[in-house]
Nanobody, 116 residues
Framework: VQLVESGGGLVQAGGSLRLSCAAS????????MGWYRQAPGKQRELVAA????????KYADSVKGRFTISRDNAKNTIDLQMNSLKAEDTAAYYC??????????WGQGTQVTVSS
């Protein structure tokens, strides 16, 4: 599975950005897709995930009510709509997929910078 992200950039606090991730390859085996982020000096953390079985969605508490993850199964894409952005949302954002044998796949990352 290959993952390609797009949509990062610089935005002022309170603004919005939309990230997109396109999956290719053995997409039929994907159990879940999501977004992680990593700020300088911090561990990579889950932002949001959507599961293939039933469409269950999980969000980090820090983004609930502000971020929305969505998936287009026909296009094998997921999007992350980020509203009311805060300075603490600044990080490199990585698209992630969990394969059928519980293997992890990662995109190359896209930078999101929120200026206060």
């Amino acid at each position: 599975v290959q993952l390609v992200e797009s949509g990062g950039g610089l935005v002022q606090a309170g603004g919005s950005l939309r990230l997109s991730c396109a999956a290719s390859g053995s997409t039929f085996s994907i159990r879940a897709m999501g977004w992680y982020r990593q700020a300088p000096g911090k561990q990579r953390e889950l932002v949001a995930a959507i599961f293939s079985d039933g469409g269950r969605i999980k969000y980090a508490d820090s983004v609930k009510g502000r971020f929305t993850i969505s998936r287009d199964n026909a296009k094998n894409t997921i999007d992350l709509q980020m509203n009311s952005l805060k300075a603490e949302d600044t990080a490199a954002y990585y698209c992630n997929a969990l394969g059928g044998s519980l293997e992890w796949y990662w995109g190359q990352g896209t930078q999101v910078t929120v200026s206060s």
